[in-house]
């Protein structure tokens, strides 16, 4: 298919565009009954990001002196005849140079870390091919969110993308079950997650949440050389509960499509849900769209990216810019009390240039993102960011 949502969770690949990275088969053996195969795989990131932006009547220049974005080490083993898949990523990384404190590589979280079974090969079974599964896994809920940071065409997520990554407060993926059907050009995906919000591993004394995704390979119907369409659902339900997972959602319906023909790439993606804060200013309904278009201008090695997006909330202060650097930057360059950049209308528009060195496995990009944030049509926001990152995995 063009795009799976096991894209993100998936195992590491068979062959690498690099041949001097490290293969990471550590154990290939198709007759031993127990275990066929294990694999080692890690991805590196590290990016800067210059903002120059205008909040609360005050202009200002930030820099993030460079930050460790992710180191992501992990396992994957092909078990018993093929019949399970185990599958480990932790997140190493704790960077807040940005924020003028610490970098510490230390254990952070487990991003993944789950077993999956293959009942069609269990049970011969008809219709297709079945999987179930239980661990921390991602839950395949916008465009964005399922492409994997490996393979990302733009530095960072959008705003509304990124509150679609849905997570636990230590960052990791929930843990819960599900099952996995994929026939023909259709693949569906069904899950209960845990609202606990435990960065190792988890329990189900919380809340609980629902994931429904199904997916079309659509290119017969467009007649291009790869296409993609898909609906998901999610909702949480966290009433007289603790905790919660990231996001503040109680629901989020999401839609999206990618198109690819010659050197062309188009997605889109469509978002409509309902956030359930404890702050009234920050409740209600909210939406987004996400649009980007790719152009290679050297075919696999140097790639053109232009990306609009556009949240909305009939909240006063119901989204946010992408927050991973706008706070902090008007925290850091503005007296106290900082202003808020929250608002109830966000658009953005980012230009970059990709320059695959090796592939996907070595890669830098870079861009500039330009956001605008108002809250009751008054601005909040408005700054040009500038990205740089370098990317790396096998």
């Not at 940005?98 to 009942?119: C, F, I, K």
């Not at 050297?298 to 009939?314: A, C, K, M, N, T």
């Not at 902090?328 to 990709?354: F, I, K, T």
């Amino acid at each position: 298919m063009a795009c799976s949502f096991a894209r993100e969770c998936a195992a590491p690949a068979e062959t690498s565009a690099c041949p001097w990275l490290p293969p990471g088969t550590l154990y290939d053996n198709p007759d031993n009954p127990f275990i066929q195969k294990l694999s080692v795989f890690a991805r590196v990131h590290y990016q800067y990001a210059w903002i120059d932006g205008e909040s609360g009547g005050h202009d200002f220049w930030y820099s993030n002196h460079g930050e460790i974005r992710r180191v992501w080490p992990g396992l994957h083993a092909s078990l018993a005849n093929g019949v399970l898949a185990a599958h480990y990523e932790a997140m190493l990384e704790d960077d807040r140079h940005p924020s003028h404190g610490d970098r510490d590589l230390s254990y952070l979280a487990n991003w993944a870390l789950y077993l999956e079974w293959d009942l069609t090969k269990t049970f011969s079974l008809a219709g297709g091919n079945w999987w179930l599964g239980y661990g921390k896994r991602c839950l395949p809920l916008a465009e964005e969110v399922l492409d994997s940071s490996k393979f990302l065409p733009v530095v960072e997520r959008t705003a509304i993308s990124n509150r679609a990554l849905i997570t636990t407060t230590g960052g990791s993926a929930p843990l819960g079950a599900w099952i996995r059907h994929q026939a023909g050009p259709w693949e569906t995906f069904a899950g209960l997650y845990t609202t606990d919000s435990a960065a190792y591993w988890g329990n189900w004394d919380d809340g609980t949440a629902v994931v429904v995704e199904t997916q079309r390979d659509i290119s017969d119907l467009t007649g291009t050389d790869a296409a993609v369409a898909a609906l998901a659902f999610y909702h949480t339900d966290t009433e007289g509960r603790d905790e919660r997972l990231s996001g503040d959602l109680n629901w989020l319906a999401s839609a999206w499509a990618i198109v690819t023909e010659g050197p062309w790439t188009l997605r889109g993606n469509l978002l409509f849900g309902e956030a359930d804060s404890s702050n009234p200013l920050r409740d209600g309904r909210v939406w987004g769209v996400v649009g980007t278009l790719e152009r290679w201008l050297i075919q696999d090695r140097l790639e053109l990216v232009g990306r609009y997006h556009y949240q909305g909330s009939r909240s006063p202060q119901g989204i946010a810019p992408y927050a991973r650097y706008i706070g902090w930057a008007v925290a850091q360059e503005n007296a106290p009390p900082a202003p808020s950049v929250r608002g109830d209308e966000q658009h953005g528009l980012y230009l970059g240039l990709n320059w695959l060195l090796c592939g996907h496995n070595l890669k830098l990009l870079t861009g500039a993102e330009w956001d605008h944030v108002s809250s009751d049509s008054t601005e909040v926001y408005d700054g040009l960011t500038y990205w740089m990152s370098m990317r790396m995995f096998f």
